[in-house]
């Protein structure tokens, strides 16, 4: 594919390295022909990397398979998932699967791009509904904008609630952010 057909979210190949297309951005240079700045993560190492590509130039895209995964439990730095269609378990450790442990209970479903059958990328849900374990009990008459408390939360994760939030209640994160959104209604 020319680097003129790339999209953000993408993943190439470049020296037999694969990368995701962060963000990208079309720079006309005073002198020569035009160029992408582009913002590519490693998928192997996990860094971000700057690189120039020229707009003519000719990209290897990397396809993924994705396929749905359950998460079933984690087992110190190990954490085990079963495909869905297969039944088929696999076992990602944490430098795979990062913060992912702290949002994720058992059953969860998550999405994994796999290339040549190793798991390339791993996708949470975008929310997660955790159950509240910890957290100091509301202050009465507190009624400052803005305030919040820290929270202890099922998985052991640990985020800032508003002061209304309870021990006990079911809330929602965000993956991205790792920020309360809501309380959730059962």
């Not at 490693?42 to 998460?71: C, M, P």
């Not at 791993?122 to 803005?146: M, S």
């Not at 939030?165 to 209604?185: A, N, S, W």
Request: glycine share 6%; with cysteine; net charge negative.
């Amino acid at each position: 594919m020319k680097a003129s057909e790339m999209k953000k979210g993408q993943t190439i190949k470049i020296d037999s390295v694969l990368y995701v297309i962060v963000d990208f951005q079309h720079v006309k240079l005073s002198k020569g022909g035009a160029v992408y700045q582009t913002k590519l993560r490693n998928l192997a190492a996990g860094g971000i990397r700057d690189i120039r590509i020229r707009a003519e130039e000719v990209l290897e895209d990397a396809f993924l398979e994705k396929r749905n995964f359950e998460y079933l439990y984690s087992a110190g730095p190990e954490h085990i998932f079963m495909d869905l269609e297969s039944y088929d378990q696999i076992t990602l450790d944490d430098d795979a699967f990062g913060e992912g442990a702290k949002y994720c209970k058992p059953n969860t479903q998550i999405l994994i791009s796999m290339y040549d059958g190793r798991p390339v990328l791993v996708q949470l849900p975008t929310t997660v509904d955790l159950e509240v374990t910890d957290t100091v009990p509301e202050i009465k008459g507190a009624t400052a904008t803005n305030q919040y408390k820290p929270a202890t939360l099922e998985t052991g994760l640990v985020i800032q609630v508003p002061p209304f939030v309870k021990v006990g209640e079911l809330i929602r994160v965000d993956t991205r952010t790792g920020q309360y959104v809501t309380r959730v209604k059962e």
